[in-house]
Structure formats: structure tokens, C-alpha cells
């Protein structure tokens, strides 16, 4: 009998560490502290405890050097002799809930901020992220990585522990996984003896998958070295031949790990056969979801690239850029953009999200008003963010009763400051006026149309006189903060003093026309186009409410509130029911009554077009309060007034819809059902860099049931229907009909609220054991709150990205002084053959991103300029010039020199 070789085993010491999770940021911070001190000085005087790996992210590095600055040098060195090993990630992030520009943003932090410490780890470490997107190894390998560590997700097919990995393009990397989680090795016990008893059990419970060797990952949540493991390790290898261990670290064990004859997987794992995947994370919090898709929109569609195009390379704003993406990726680590936390977690959340989407915009007003003072002619001009030629609706300001043809006029607004149009002079003491005078601001514009014209001040002695003038027409020359101050020299001298103020503003009206051929990535004049498809209103006071365009209809139902959009009714019939989950799960209370009918209907018609119209519809419904936590049945009665918006463009064949309500109850799903056109047997979600295609099932075990509500970042295709959304990531296909490979579904459901009211439970239906601590978090009920849902509709839509650009990412309007150099229309950056990612500058080139969603090679051109494709470092790949080849789901970085 030939003996049995030795089985090595890897032993990696290490720690997990959620930044913030079920205590605040702070709070970890503290254990964090206390850890590295500990470990520190451990690495330094043991040489038999001889690696530590800092959980993949430099995160945990900068939050302690923070409190520790003075152990820097301590950490750079123990990381030049790779006995610490950080990195590649800046934050372990969730890779469905985020933007694909954020996870590349995470990971050049990372990989930045880890070579000031000799250079991060090179292995896309993924332990403990809810499933992950089919395009990250790809973008590993962009990164010049040739391993990724898994454990969630990997479905039954997988049978041993490692893989290969294909991304959509053909990319591949070697997946190690971890079939029982990142903590196998945890807690090891200070005995030879029950460590090698504890081993070997853990060998007879995997040892079916193991290729060679056995990784033993000696760490888990939050723990701390344990400084007896040199000793105990070398004990164990002394008294038994059947392993042998070895302290490693991550790095060294995978380059020695076997590759060949490994079985293929491509695309995206979300399987839940061996793990929670914990699929409810992506709709518990919608405020959460929602706040991380405009700002992620604010930073990515807007701030980055009017940056790029308007301001010039000297004055890029790069340190406030940085800022905000900071605060982006750090909101993206899983607890946290999951909202899988205690309050006080998602509240600072929800201000990192504020303040990244406030320097956002700003620096995109900032962008837009150098792209203003450099155009030549006078007057309104359109803006077009988006690489694409686009046609849309725009906003301006007409004198008097002017009005364009196939303009729409909007109702009209107060005057500047809120002060009526027409009104005569104001009589006011010196103190009230003192106190306008703060609320000025001390540039001239007022507002998106209005700006102040000149400002004149006469006196004598009876009083004060002041004449502000306002208009439509931009000025920058008018001096409002020496004017002011002037103002108070003369209230301070007067205080007595009574000041009249005449308001000058000129009769105007607020019009909305269509424009058309806008380029992309550039401007044009504005110039109201003719309405090929203008829209109508037909509401006959008893019957439905029809807007129609030529393109499409839209009939609003005035006794349930939903409507059709041509021969398909059903559309937006709102179906609440019962949540006894958690912020992980959904899971229905024991007995839940469902609500689908509204007792009431109003429906009212605002704009009537020809340009917009919209139709609103109040339904009153009556919803349980919450689940009887002993009976675990909904029970209670409260009303609420749901107010839907359809909105119904000229020349658009989208429906635009706004749901809004106060949420009054508790312990709640409500979802959105949307007929499909035609019957599916899956859908198309757009995730990270492509749309992936899901059938109408997961994989699940008893331990989780396996519920087929997937995520999709901004729209979803199923049945002939496109759904695009603002945060609202959670879907699925319901009314499913026949039988094994036959069935298929009839109604996509879109969820706009989970309530809940615990981080984790124990003994739900369908999660029966906890994905976290017990603990009761009554922000995840988000009672009391006004909840806001955007989305849109489009049968047949040919281009959903297109579509989501057009709905969310509008024309913009600026007002030009003239006396620039900049043509009246032009475009700025010409990119054509690809969607656009990002769109920024990096050593004062600009750079952009680009990735081809399709199954087809694509020729990507970008006009006039030439520079290099450049890989996720920064590493020259090829020259171009003009144009180059992206292969099908392929994924380029482009620097252009010229």
C-alpha cells in the first residue's frame, strides 16, 4: 500500500475587518487600533509568525496610521520584507450595489496607496463580498492580476477549490475558493495536538475539493493575532507526518498552487448552493441605493467630464475630485452601501454621499459656467454630458410673451428672491434690509435664469433708495460684494434710516421646447426644433386620461390608477405585502395579507403638452401597520396617499414615472408590477461594464432559499419591455407560467421599499439562521419618511443605455454673455463605437474609459486624437491614433496626447 504524501497546509494569519458594520466607524476604530499595536511589535520580534495579511485593503492601514502616524515607517518596513501584506483594494467594496467606475476607483486607490508601502498585493482578494460581477476578472487582469480569492457565489457546478474564472471578453484569472468562508482557520487552539485533530476534521469536510494543498485562513471578523501560533505550528509539524504546515502568506501560497486541468466558469457568480449571497441587501434602505446613484451620476456623468472639456488642465480640480471620490468609495464597502448596519453607520453614509454629490456638482456648475464665458455669441446654449449626439427637452427664459413655436409654456415662478413680479416699492427699516443683505450671495446670478443687471443706490435725507435690475441675459461684471458692502457702510452710518427697494425685472415666461442633434460631449446654440410627434391630452372627466404622441399611448384607468401604454395594460399597479425579514433577507411573516387595490383614485392632468404632459394619480390605499412579532401575521390599519406622476415626452417613446408617498407603516415589501409586452424566460441586467442575462431561478439550500430578485445598476430588459431606475436596484420576474425549460414569466416586479426593523433575525422563512448580530435598527423601516421612486418605461427599446442618459442625465441650459472664442456648436471630445465610463484627466491628458457591451468587436473612434490605451496602472499598452479594435465585452483606458 503506497503511503499517503503529506498534505501541506497554508496557514494564512489574517483579520476581516468591516470598517463599520454593527457598531460605528469610531468604535471599530478603537479594536483596530488595539489589534495593529498588538500585531506590530508580534511580526517585529517573532520571526516564526511570518506573515499577517491586513484583509486586502489599505483602508485599515490609513484609519490606524491616522491615530498612529508615528508607526508608519514600523508598517513600510514589515511590509518591504512581506511579512504585512495590504492591498490591492483601498475598501472591500459589494460589487452590484456600486457603480463599475467605482470598484475600478477602489482599486487604482488601492494599488496607489499601496506602493507608498512597497507595493499592494497582487491577487484580487474577494472574501467576503454578496456574489460578484462577471466582468471582475477582467478588470483584474487590466490590473496585471493573475488570482482572484472567492467564497460567495460560486455555484454547485464548481467541485473543487479553484477554478478559472472568464469574464464575458474571455479574461480569465485563477479563482482559489474558500467552500467554507474566509474564517476556516480561525481561533487556532494553543496545542499541537487539537490543532492537527482539528486539521485533519477539517479535511475529511473538504477534502473532496481540494486540488492539492489546503489553505487554512487563520482569522475572521475583527480578530487579533494570536501570538502563539509559530510555536504551535512547529510543535504540530513535530509530532505527525500526515501534514505539513506551514505560517505563509496569501501570495506565496497561490503562486505555488496548481493551475492545470481546472473547470471554466464564465460570468457572474450568484449562487447561494454553499453560502448566503443575501440577496435582500439590494433593496433594504432605498434612500441608501438612491443617494449612491446620484452621486455616483454627479461625479461620473457630470463633474469629471465638464471638468475635462471646459476647465483648463492647469485649473483641473483635482484634490476636490479626490475628495469626493473618497467619500465614494469608502460608502462602498458591502455593510456599507449594503445598509446591512446600525443607524448611526447608515447616516454617515448618507452625509459621505451628500458631500461627494455636493463637491460633484459644484464642480460641474463651475465647469459650466467656463464653457459659458468662453462662448462667442450671446444667448441660451444647450449641453450635452453624454458621448452621444442627443436630442431632448430644454428649459429657458423668453421676454415678454414671446413664444417659440412648439414651445410649451411652464407656469410662471415668483420673481427673484420669491418677490412677485410687478410688485412696487418696498418699504423696509435698515436692520430688515441688513438681513437681505446677508441672504445675497456676492455673484450676480440668482438663479438658473435670472441674473442681477446692476444695482443703483441713491440717498438723501428722507431715505434710502435702492434699484436692483434683473434679467435673463449672464453678467459676471457686476460688482454685488463691493456693492454690499457699500450698502452696510451706509445702513451702518443710517441705522435709523428708511430704505425703499424697486424691484426692475422685466415680464418673462419659462418655456420648454425640444432641441435636436445636440454632439456629444459638446454644445449648441439653442434653437427650438419643430415637434414631429407632438404630444395631446384627451381626459373626458369620467373616462380615462389618454396622452398620446404618435409614437406611443398612454391611457391612465381612473378606477385603479394604472394605465397601458399602447395595447399593454397594467402598468404601474402597486402590490404591498408583508417583510419578517432583515436588512440581509426578505422573508413573508407566517400570515401576510397582500394589498394591491387602492380604495380611492383621483387622477388630475398637469402639463397637456404639446411638448410634455402629465398625468397624476392619487391612490389611497389602506396597509397593515406591521408583523405581530408573536403571531408573525400583518395586523393593523393605516392609510396612505400614493401620488404617481406619467410623464409622456414629444418624439420619445419613454415613460417617465415618480412615485411618491410617506411611508406610514412597518415590516413591509412594496414592489411596482410592470406587464411584460411578451413572455420571458429571463432578463437582461445592466451590472459593472455589461448586461448580463439571468434565467427565472437561483440556486439556494434550506439555509437559504434561493429567491430570484436580482440586482441591476441602472436599467433591466425583460419580455420586450426596458425598465431604467434611479437606485431602485431590486427586480424580479413573477406570473411565471409552465413548466421546467417551458416556463415563463408574464410581470416584471420592481421593488421600491423594504421595511424592516432588524439587522439580522433569527428563524425566518426563508433564512432560518442569522446572517449577522440580533439587533433591532428602526432606520431600516424607514417609517415617516417620504419615499420618492424614478423610473421609466420603453417598449422595444433599442438602446438602453441610450435610454437611461436621456432619462436621467438631461440637456443642460447655459447662458452666454459672448465676446469668447468658443464656436456657437461644437463638441469638445468625439468618442463614437463604445459606451464611455469616465472621462477625466491624469497628468494633464485627458483619459477616458470605455467598454463594449455587446457580443460583437466594435471599432472605437475618437476623431482627431491620438494617445495611448493604457492598462488600470497606467502602463502603455498600444499606440493610437484616430480609432482602435475593442474586442466584444471588452473594457480600454485611453490617455490622449493630442
Known amino acids: 500500500m503506497t503511503p499517503r504524501r503529506p498534505r501541506h497546509v497554508a496557514i494564512v494569519p489574517h483579520t476581516h475587518w468591516d470598517r463599520e458594520w454593527y457598531e460605528p466607524f469610531q468604535s471599530f476604530r478603537l479594536r483596530l487600533v488595539r489589534m495593529l499595536d498588538t500585531l506590530i511589535p508580534l511580526l517585529e520580534s517573532d520571526p516564526s509568525y511570518a506573515r499577517f495579511l491586513l484583509d486586502g485593503q489599505m483602508a485599515v492601514v490609513d484609519d490606524y496610521l491616522e491615530v498612529r502616524p508615528e508607526n508608519e515607517e514600523r508598517i513600510r518596513a514589515l511590509a518591504a520584507a512581506r511579512r504585512l501584506s495590504m492591498g490591492p483594494w483601498y475598501i472591500l467594496m459589494d460589487e452590484f450595489l456600486v457603480s463599475g467606475e467605482t470598484i475600478v476607483r477602489n482599486l487604482q486607490s488601492g494599488m496607489l496607496r499601496g506602493a507608498a508601502f512597497g507595493g499592494a498585493m497582487e491577487i484580487g482578494y474577494l472574501p467576503d463580498m454578496f456574489g460578484h460581477i462577471a466582468q471582475m476578472p477582467q478588470i483584474l487582469r487590466l490590473a496585471g492580476f493573475e488570482h482572484a480569492v472567492v467564497w460567495r457565489g460560486v455555484p454547485k457546478v464548481v467541485d473543487r477549490s479553484a477554478f478559472v474564472w472568464e469574464a464575458p471578453d474571455g479574461s480569465s484569472v485563477r479563482a482559489e475558493y474558500l467552500p467554507t468562508g474566509y474564517g476556516n482557520g480561525a481561533s487556532i487552539p494553543d496545542d499541537a495536538k487539537a490543532l492537527v485533530h482539528r486539521i485533519a476534521d477539517h479535511e475529511t469536510e473538504i477534502g473532496d475539493f481540494l486540488v492539492d494543498g489546503m489553505l487554512f485562513m487563520n482569522g475572521t471578523d475583527h480578530q487579533s493575532p494570536q501570538p502563539w501560533l509559530g510555536r504551535v505550528v512547529a510543535e504540530a509539524n513535530d509530532i505527525q507526518d500526515d501534514f505539513v504546515l506551514e505560517v505563509t502568506g496569501l501570495a506565496d501560497y497561490l503562486a505555488g498552487a496548481p493551475s492545470e486541468g481546472l473547470r471554466t466558469w464564465k460570468g457572474e457568480l450568484r449562487s447561494g448552493a454553499r453560502a448566503d449571497i443575501l440577496m435582500g441587501v439590494a433593496s433594504n434602505r432605498v434612500d441608501v441605493k438612491q443617494a449612491a446613484a446620484r452621486a455616483e451620476r454627479a461625479l461620473e456623468r457630470r463633474a469629471e467630464p465638464l471638468s475635462a472639456l471646459y476647465v483648463p488642465a492647469e485649473r483641473w480640480p483635482q484634490r476636490l475630485l479626490e475628495l469626493a471620490w473618497r467619500e465614494m468609495v469608502r460608502n462602498a464597502a458591502h455593510d456599507s452601501s449594503c445598509a446591512c448596519s446600525v443607524d448611526e453607520v447608515v447616516d454617515a453614509v448618507l452625509v459621505r454621499y451628500a458631500e461627494a454629490y455636493r463637491i460633484a456638482e459644484g464642480l460641474g456648475d463651475q465647469a459650466l459656467e467656463a464653457l459659458s464665458r468662453s462662448l462667442a455669441e450671446a444667448g441660451p446654449t444647450v449641453v450635452n454630458t453624454s458621448a452621444r449626439a442627443r436630442s431632448g427637452l430644454a428649459e429657458f427664459v423668453v421676454s415678454g410673451e414671446e413664444m417659440p413655436e412648439g414651445g410649451q409654456a411652464l407656469p410662471e415662478e415668483p420673481g427673484a428672491f420669491g418677490i412677485p413680479r410687478g410688485l412696487g416699492p418696498l418699504t423696509l427699516d435698515a436692520a430688515t434690509v441688513r438681513t437681505i443683505l446677508g441672504m445675497m450671495p456676492n455673484g450676480s446670478q440668482v438663479d438658473a435664469h435670472t441674473w442681477i443687471q446692476d444695482v443703483r443706490v441713491e440717498e438723501d435725507d428722507s431715505a434710502i433708495d435702492i434699484t436692483i435690475a434683473f434679467g435673463n441675459e449672464e453678467r459676471f461684471d457686476v460688482p454685488i460684494a463691493s456693492i454690499k458692502q457699500d450698502l452696510y457702510t451706509r445702513l451702518g452710518a443710517r441705522p435709523d434710516a428708511t430704505v425703499r427697494i424697486r424691484i426692475d425685472q422685466p415680464p418673462v415666461r419659462r418655456v420648454l421646447v425640444r432641441v435636436t442633434d445636440v454632439p456629444g460631449f459638446g454644445h449648441k446654440a439653442l434653437e427650438p426644433a419643430a415637434l414631429r410627434h407632438p404630444v395631446t391630452v384627451e381626459d373626458g372627466g369620467e373616462g380615462p386620461v389618454v396622452m398620446a404622441n404618435g409614437l406611443l399611448t398612454v ?21 404591498d405585502g408583508g417583510d419578517h425579514g432583515d436588512s440581509y433577507n426578505y422573508s413573508p411573516p407566517a400570515h401576510d395579507r397582500i394589498v394591491d387595490t387602492p380604495d380611492s383614485v383621483t387622477v388630475s392632468v398637469g402639463d397637456r403638452g404639446p411638448v410634455r404632459a402629465v398625468t397624476t394619480v392619487v391612490s389611497r390605499y389602506t396597509w397593515p401597520d406591521h408583523v405581530d412579532g408573536f403571531s408573525r401575521a400583518r395586523t393593523g390599519e393605516v392609510p396612505v396617499d400614493v401620488t404617481t406622476e406619467i410623464d409622456v415626452r414629444a418624439d420619445e417613446r419613454v415613460v417617465r414615472v415618480t412615485t411618491r408617498f410617506v411611508n406610514p407603516a412597518s415590516d413591509h415589501r412594496l414592489r411596482v408590477h410592470l406587464p411584460l409586452p411578451e413572455s420571458a424566460g ?11 442575462h439571468r434565467g427565472l431561478d437561483t440556486e439556494g439550500r434550506p439555509d437559504e432559499f434561493g429567491l430570484p430578485t436580482f440586482p441591476s445598476r441602472r436599467f433591466v430588459s425583460a419580455g420586450g419591455l426596458t425598465v431604467a431606475h434611479e437606485g431602485l436596484l431590486e427586480y424580479e420576474l413573477v406570473d411565471i407560467e409552465g413548466e421546467q425549460s417551458g416556463r415563463r414569466a408574464k410581470t416584471m416586479a420592481l421593488t421600491l421599499l423594504r421595511s424592516t426593523g432588524m439587522l439580522s433575525r433569527l428563524g425566518m422563512a426563508y433564512r432560518p439562521l442569522p446572517a449577522g448580530p440580533l439587533t433591532p435598527v428602526e432606520g431600516l423601516q424607514l417609517r415617516g419618511r417620504t419615499i420618492e421612486a424614478r423610473y421609466a418605461l420603453c417598449i422595444g427599446c433599442d438602446d438602453p443605455y441610450a435610454m437611461v442618459d436621456d432619462v436621467f442625465l438631461p440637456l443642460e441650459v447655459v447662458y452666454a454673455a459672448g465676446g469668447g472664442w468658443r464656436p456657437a456648436s461644437g463638441s469638445t471630445l468625439e468618442i463614437q463605437g463604445a459606451e464611455v465610463s469616465a472621462l477625466q484627466r491624469q ?22 486624437r491620438s494617445g495611448w490605451l493604457v492598462d488600470l496602472r497606467g502602463r502603455t499598452v498600444e499606440h493610437v491614433d484616430g480609432s482602435f479594435e475593442l474586442r466584444p465585452f471588452g473594457i480600454a483606458t485611453l490617455r490622449c496626447t493630442t
Open 555 to 575: 391611457t391612465v384607468d381612473r378606477h385603479d390608477g394604472t394605465f397601458a401604454v399602447d395595447a399593454v395594460a397594467g402598468f404601474g399597479r402597486l402590490v
Open 843 to 864: 497628468a494633464g491628458m485627458l483619459e477616458v474609459r470605455v467598454f463594449n457591451p455587446t457580443d460583437r468587436p466594435t471599432t472605437v473612434s475618437v476623431g482627431t
Open 682 to 692: 429571463g432578463s437582461d441586467a445592466e451590472c459593472a461594464f455589461a448586461v448580463v
